[in-house]
């Protein structure tokens, strides 16, 4: 029965071995190939999803009211780490201080690098704030960077940085 398979000379049985390893590798490389293909087609959706992360986290971070600031903690919790959200939260005395409200947004924001698991996103946010010394609202933007990591449940920001102090918009 292995005659008729591989045939009945050594050499015969030795390209019938050949055949097979060589129609092995050709699989296995299809194989690869065709993962690749998908993560390069849901490359785009994850992008995008780390971005809207990025996006969502720049008007959590630069919206805020003194009064209830559990109510940005409550936007924040499900877009950072705890540790992220500790270094929010030994800020907030001084909002309370100042007496600080706020609305903002993500005017701007770019993926500066993405592996499928991380995410470096750059943000420019636009926000306008008061203060009980200040009480007419300003105009302000800033620009950070941000680190976001892929978890079970998403993406969420691992870290950030101010990478320019928020200063007043120009028009």
């Known amino acids: 029965m292995l005659s008729e398979l591989f045939g009945e000379t050594l050499l015969e049985r030795a390209k019938s071995i050949v055949i097979l390893l060589l129609a092995a590798v050709a699989a296995v490389g299809l194989q690869q190939i065709a993962v690749t293909r998908q993560e390069l087609a849901s490359q785009p959706a994850a992008e995008a999803q780390a971005l809207s992360v990025a996006r969502q986290f720049a008007a959590a971070l630069t919206s805020f009211d003194f009064a209830p600031l559990d109510v940005q903690d409550n936007r924040l919790r499900d877009l950072v780490t705890p540790t992220v959200l500790d270094r929010i939260r030994t800020s907030q005395p001084d909002l309370v201080v100042a007496r600080a409200t706020s609305t903002g947004d993500a005017a701007k924001a ?51 940085q101010w990478l320019t102090p928020v200063t007043a918009a120009t028009p």
């Open 110 to 160: 770019y993926l500066q690098s993405f592996d499928g698991r991380t995410a470096t996103a750059v943000v420019q946010t636009e926000q306008t704030v008061s203060t009980q010394s200040a009480p007419v609202a300003a105009r302000a933007s800033g620009l950070f960077s941000c680190r976001l990591q892929r978890e079970a449940g998403g993406w969420r920001v691992t870290s950030y």
